[in-house]
């Protein structure tokens, strides 16, 4: 996608007058009767603005095709109310919506005049006030200057905040280079969604609502208390169809994306760069205060806590008498017990650490954790929410949906699951979320005092986890104990053959070969610092977001700017060096060395293996409200001249070269 994506970023760069012309088509049609209802103008404005932010567009151009257009929608919408008069809501498209036009009017005569100005920031009304306004009679003059001002105003509210989105994504990307066109990606995906939901919460749509009518009639038709009921349930005079349909959307897209995610783990045992970047990355940030508290997390989602929960839920729903909701939700996690254990036998896939689990479990594709959590707080949220106002719903869904996250992000940070094992598990929580979701809307249980079951169910969790918490700590704290692994080899097999077996390029975070390792070095990394610092090199701290706060600072030369950090399979860097080449003012060598999983036995010596990067460094700078190093390609001349002084250095042994991909890697040793 991301490969598919950057074309258009490139042309719209080339071609900005394109850009402009679907900015204002844009404006214009969300400002036209009803046809505004269903553009998603946010979206694409708000983006437009990320691109001007990005560098891609230019501001003004932007802001005066964003005014233009929805100065010109809203006149067209008035002169259709003035020509037409009372006789323009028995007209198509407005003839469809007749409640959405009363509530228009509605709008119009408690705000007056004003109404043009506030009805363009109010879903669904604004794309009716114009032409309402217009069949009112309001004059032409107060109309243009109301438009005009308040057009102005909307547009500058809906493209500034994309333009502060572009800044913020244009200092990430150079922070990890393909990383802005990945969160781009992203941004789309999210807007996309956004403007789904958006339409489905509406419950405007002559189409969902005519498909709506032709289920709720097929149901009616049937025999069977049930039927009728679920009849009743998905009637577009229902107001919870829209929640039946919003539920089977998030249904359908989980499966679509169990089922892809499902598909790759059959079709391949290898992990994804992906995977073992994230990984590493997790390995990599492992200290012993958050070791302690990821441990306690994680067994919060351990079996037995899940187990007691879900049979406070259930027990809950059997007391009130909701037979057919218990019923339900036992199926569910009855059910994802089932896919779990089913899963896991299916694929076998080791997992990232042996933690000493037996059976079915010793595998980890899905994680059990993030399913069963996902499940089991998912019916939770649905059957407390359900009689609740939006707000409400809002908190209870946002109270679990954190539980589960950070149980989900306790597996990955203590090496129990890939990060894929985890997606999985909460698409499918997700799926038999929604599933629940689509039953408790269309045949709501009996009362359940869902405040009650909702403090009962917390009360049973935290008590049931407090008390295995108290029991196995000691034992968790020794399973989830972060392993050293090094994989020892003599130097004859590392120079012959091991050597190959390591990166020849650096895999930065989203799993991309970035530049050439020019060498791979066995020894310690404080001699070696202090051999090139006699060369003109200097060490640098490891970097910590503290070192990017002189970035903020656009004034800032490039020596008081760390190196900007470059991940390898999601490690930092171990040793950083940094050298100005004689005669230059504007750039800098950066010099990065990182760990590997390898290191070179011989009788009573130990030597870690280490790979060496070489890149340049220059100044860049974002609209004047920051300064960052951007990364280049290290020049043919640097690289031989840093070999020749790797291979002059005292200390240091070339043990061989070889050629990788056409570029050079020479293995080097230290020597007493």
Same mark, same amino acid.
């Given at each position: ?49 990320? @691109? ?11 802001? /005066? #095709? ?10 067209? +919408? ?21 409640? @959405? ?42 109309? !243009? ?43 789309? !995906? ?55 349909? @919003? ?10 994306? @169990? ?33 302690? /508290? ?99 719903? #809002? ?14 992000? +306790? ?192 009788? +009573? ?68």
């Amino acid at each position: 996608m991301i490969d598919y994506i950057q074309p258009y970023l490139d042309y719209f760069t080339a071609n900005p007058e394109w850009a402009l012309v679907i900015i204002f088509l844009i404006a214009l049609g969300e400002a036209l009767l009803i046809i505004g209802l269903f553009v998603p103008s946010t979206a694409v404005l708000v983006g437009a603005g990320v @691109l001007v932010g990005t560098g891609h567009l230019h501001f003004w151009p932007v802001i /005066i #095709a964003t005014c233009l257009g929805c100065i010109v929608g809203d006149q067209f +919408s008035y002169w259709a109310g003035r020509m037409f008069g009372q006789r323009l809501k028995t007209l198509w498209p407005l003839n469809h919506y007749p409640q @959405l036009v009363a509530k228009g009017e509605d709008f119009v005569r408690v705000h007056g005049g004003k109404s043009i100005a506030i009805g363009r920031f109010v879903p669904g009304v604004k794309s009716v006030v114009p032409g309402i306004v217009g069949m009112f009679g309001m004059n032409q003059l107060f109309f !243009i200057f109301v438009n005009v001002t308040s057009g102005i105003f909307w547009s500058f509210a809906h493209v500034v905040p994309g333009v502060l989105i572009g800044q913020g994504l244009a200092f990430a990307g150079e922070l990890s280079g393909r990383l802005l066109v990945v969160l781009l990606v992203l941004l789309l !995906i999210l807007a996309f969604a956004g403007y789904v939901i958006r339409l489905a919460a509406a419950g405007v749509s002559p189409f969902l609502n005519h498909l709506l009518a032709r289920v709720s009639g097929w149901a009616a038709a049937r025999r069977g208390r049930s039927w009728h009921r679920f009849s009743r349930a998905v009637s577009p005079d229902n107001p919870r169809s829209v929640g039946i349909v @919003l539920f089977a959307a998030i249904m359908f897209t989980g499966l679509v994306a @169990l089922a892809n995610l499902g598909i790759r783990m059959a079709s391949s045992s290898a992990v994804s760069n992906m995977d073992l970047s994230i990984a590493s990355l997790m390995r990599e940030s492992r200290n012993a205060p958050a070791d302690e /508290i990821m441990t306690v997390i994680t067994m919060m989602g351990d079996t037995v806590v899940m187990l007691a929960l879900a049979i406070a839920i259930v027990g809950w729903l059997i007391w009130h008498k909701a037979y057919r909701a218990a019923w339900a939700a036992g199926f569910a996690i009855a059910a994802a017990k089932v896919f779990e254990l089913g899963m896991k036998l299916g694929v076998q896939r080791v997992r990232p650490t042996e933690l000493g689990y037996t059976g079915a479990s010793f595998y980890s594709f899905p994680s059990g954790h993030a399913t069963m959590a996902a499940v089991i707080f998912g019916i939770l949220a649905v059957l407390v929410s359900h009689s609740m106002g939006r707000w409400g719903r #809002a908190v209870v869904y946002a109270t679990c949906g954190i539980l589960v996250v950070v149980i989900a992000y +306790s597996r990955i940070y203590l090496g129990a699951h890939w990060l894929s094992d985890v997606l999985a598990g909460l698409l499918f929580g997700s799926v038999m979320m929604a599933a629940f979701g689509v039953a408790v809307e269309a045949i709501p249980p009996r009362r359940i005092k869902p405040l009650g079951l909702f403090a009962t169910a917390l009360v049973v969790f935290l008590g049931a986890g407090a008390l295995h918490v108290a029991t196995g700590l000691r034992q968790a704290n020794e399973m989830y104990a972060m392993p050293e692994r090094q994989i020892l080899v003599p130097m004859s097999q590392w120079v012959e053959r091991d050597w190959a077996t390591l990166p020849a390029r650096r895999i930065d975070l989203a799993g991309k070969p970035e530049e050439s390792f020019i060498a791979q070095f066995a020894g310690e990394l404080d001699p070696l610092a202090k051999l090139l610092a006699a060369d003109g090199w200097t060490a640098t701290p490891v970097w910590t977001w503290r070192e990017s706060l002189p970035y903020l600072n656009p004034n800032a030369t490039l020596p008081e700017l760390a190196p900007k950090p470059a991940l390898h399979e999601g490690l930092k860097a171990r040793l950083t060096l940094t050298r100005v080449p004689p005669g230059e003012k504007d750039g800098r060598e950066v010099l990065r060395i990182y760990k590997t999983g390898l290191a070179m036995a011989e009788a +009573s010596s130990y030597k870690p293996i280490y790979l060496i990067s070489l890149t340049r460094e220059v100044k860049t700078h974002g609209f004047d409200l920051y300064a960052i190093p951007a990364s280049r390609p290290a020049s043919a001349a640097d690289i031989e001249e840093l070999r020749g002084v790797l291979a002059r250095a005292q200390g240091l042994s070339i043990l061989a070269q070889h050629e990788r991909g056409g570029d050079r890697q020479d293995l080097i040793t230290a020597i007493p």
